[in-house]
């Protein structure tokens, strides 16, 4: 099996953080906006997709993909 070069695997592993943080923001919007505002899924989707979020998101990816390089090399 081919292995993926290291640009896809930064990508992969920085995209699975950038979804991990969404999703997490996801469930406490839902959760906030559901039960205090009676607003739905929608709502919160189109609370949650903001530019700062995701300014926020990829910088999480990268610096959490830096770490796992770091603790990969380094165990």
Known sequence: MKRL???WRAVVEAGFIIFL?????LMGEFERSNSEHGKGL???LGDIFTVS???IAVISALIGYVVVEYLRKRL
């Open 21 to 25: 943080f969404y999703s997490n923001l």
């Open 53 to 55: 979020n995701f300014i």
């Open 42 to 44: 929608l709502f919160a």
């Open 5 to 7: 070069t290291p640009f």
